[in-house]
């Protein structure tokens, strides 16, 4: 029992400068989820607009997409500037809808 209490220490001092490290490299406090939500319902848009979603079957992209940003976990000018990408995305696509045929 003493070596596996040992060991458990052992383990838990190696993931102690991890945490630290991810934490100290941090600027600014993770996105809330509402901002996630967000972004992601604007990634939905956009990606069903380029047709690489089908709006009646989404399949797991968009799960997968929560689960990549749920672990990314970012923060608000990331969120930001993703959704300042996707809605310059969008403004290409009204002028291309829009412009000389």
């Known amino acids: 029992m003493a070596v596996q209490v040992v060991c458990y ?3 838990q001092a190696t993931l102690e400068p991890a945490a630290e490290a991810s934490v100290a490299a941090r600027d600014r406090e993770p996105a809330t989820v509402a901002a996630v939500d967000g972004l992601l319902a604007h990634f939905e848009e ?7 979603l089908d709006a009646s079957n989404p399949g797991q992209v ?3 997409l929560r689960r990549l940003f749920t672990r990314l976990r970012p923060d608000d000018t990331e969120v ?6 996707l809605t310059e995305i969008e403004r290409s696509l009204n ?7």
Do not use: H, N, Q, S
């Open 80 to 85: 930001a500037i993703l959704r300042g990408a």
């Open 62 to 64: 968009m799960a997968r």
């Open 9 to 11: 220490e052992l383990y």
């Open 46 to 52: 956009v990606l069903t607009r380029v047709e690489f």
């Open 95 to 101: 002028r291309t809808d829009t412009g000389p045929k």
